[in-house]
T-cell receptor, first 110, second 115 residues
Framework: GQQVMQIPQYQHVQEGEDFTTYCNSSTTLSNIQWYKQRPGGHPVFLIQLVKSGEVKKQKRLTFQFGEAKKNSSLHITATQTTDVGTYFCAGNAGFQKLVFGTGTRLLVSP | NAGVTQTPKFQVLKTGQSMTLQCAQDMNHEYMSWYRQDPGMGLRLIHYSVGAGITDQGEVPNGYNVSRSTTEDFPLRLLSAAPSQTSVYFC??????????????FGPGTRLTVT
């Protein structure tokens, strides 16, 4: 079945440093979504990418979808302590069946 | 709107017991899903529904049943609990935003321990 791998599993940065997480799918995706889960919380939708090579920005967050629609990345510029949490990508395997990556846990020290 | 609600928040079961995790949404979303989240793993799809009366299996359906008699409710039944079902369970509902996309709204989760 389809697999979605995410790296790194964990990253600890100092506040103000940049952060990037990468997502790779074993199959071509129709679209990819990104979610953030705060410690003890539930996943919250951040964004969706649909087009090959698409780049979207939300303030300090930049999302990219690969040309082959098999990989994606999330980059945070100048991290803040409010960015702490686990970031998940989720690949659309068709219709309703999202396949989630294993997540990247981000810790930001002040 | 309350969004997606789940009850209970915490539950401890003994092996072999059965129970139902409740999920409700008030956003009139067609699509609803159940996921389980285990440490070090992402969310894995258990069952999903594309509308009242229609359900289908996800990645890890064994040991779980679902039904969808109304648009609002999507309960998850554990038939005979096993320690391997110890996990955090999330219910989600989806609305179509554009094309084939389905932005998911998650409930607060149910933390289940099976002893």
């Amino acid at each position: 079945g389809q697999q979605v791998m995410q790296i790194p599993q964990y990253q600890h940065v100092q506040e103000g440093e940049d952060f990037t997480t990468y997502c790779n799918s074993s199959t071509t995706l129709s679209n990819i979504q990104w979610y953030k889960q705060r410690p003890g919380g539930h996943p919250v939708f951040l964004i969706q990418l649909v087009k090959s090579g698409e780049v979207k920005k939300q303030k300090r967050l930049t999302f990219q979808f690969g040309e082959a629609k098999k990989n994606s990345s999330l980059h945070i510029t100048a991290t803040q302590t409010t960015d702490v949490g686990t970031y998940f990508c989720a690949g659309n395997a068709g219709f309703q069946k999202l396949v989630f990556g294993t997540g990247t846990r981000l810790l930001v020290s002040p | 709107n309350a969004g997606v609600t789940q009850t209970p928040k915490f539950q401890v079961l003994k092996t072999g017991q059965s129970m139902t995790l409740q999920c409700a949404q008030d956003m009139n979303h067609e699509y609803m899903s159940w996921y389980r989240q285990d440490p070090g793993m992402g969310l894995r799809l258990i069952h999903y529904s594309v509308g009242a009366g229609i359900t289908d299996q996800g990645e890890v359906p064994n040991g779980y049943n679902v039904s969808r008699s109304t648009t609002e409710d999507f309960p998850l039944r554990l038939l005979s609990a096993a320690p391997s079902q110890t996990s955090v369970y999330f219910c989600a509902s989806s609305r179509r935003t554009s094309g084939s996309s389905y932005e998911q709204y998650f409930g607060p989760g149910t933390r289940l321990t099976v002893t």
